[in-house]
């Protein structure tokens, strides 16, 4: 019994610093692959389609917001605005041994009326910011 446990936890080490060793190479690949045309017009689409989706609200409702993205987190302000807050999660499985996610926080902010004045995004949303900072990680 004892020699099957030590074979196992030999082979379960094996296979953890291969999988290391994947990713490392992997991540190294990826670094210096260089974007196509096709791809930048891609993400450029994605862009343009996320700020437009957000846009939209703009001027709008907070209450029409609620009714078609569903009822987000919100923080009433002391002077009566509130922020809507949606995260939405993507998740990457790589391989048997591990996975990725990923989100991107979208913020409405409205005022004492409940028309949205303003949005913002963070996390990993298809936004210009996280295009240029892509391309930075890419050719640095």
């Not at 450029?44 to 846009?55: E, T």
């Not at 048997?96 to 913002?120: E, H, P």
Request: hydrophobic share 35%.
């Amino acid at each position: 019994m004892r020699n099957g446990l030590v074979m196992h936890s030999i082979g379960f080490a094996f296979m953890f610093a291969i999988s290391i060793s994947a990713t490392k190479t992997y991540a190294q690949y990826e670094r210096v692959e260089p974007l196509t045309q096709s791809e930048l017009k891609e993400r450029a689409h994605k862009i343009l389609k996320f700020n437009a989706d957000r846009d939209q609200w703009v001027g709008k409702s907070v209450d029409d917001l609620t009714l078609a993205w569903g009822e987000g987190a919100t923080y009433s302000r002391a002077d009566g605005g509130r922020h809507t807050s949606y995260r939405e999660r993507t998740y990457y499985q790589y391989s048997m041994l591990g996975s990725v996610s990923r989100y991107c926080d979208t913020l409405f902010v409205s005022n004492a009326k409940g028309i949205i004045q303003s949005w913002q995004a963070s996390g990993s949303c298809d936004t210009l910011e996280s295009m240029k900072q892509e391309l930075k990680n890419r050719y640095n």
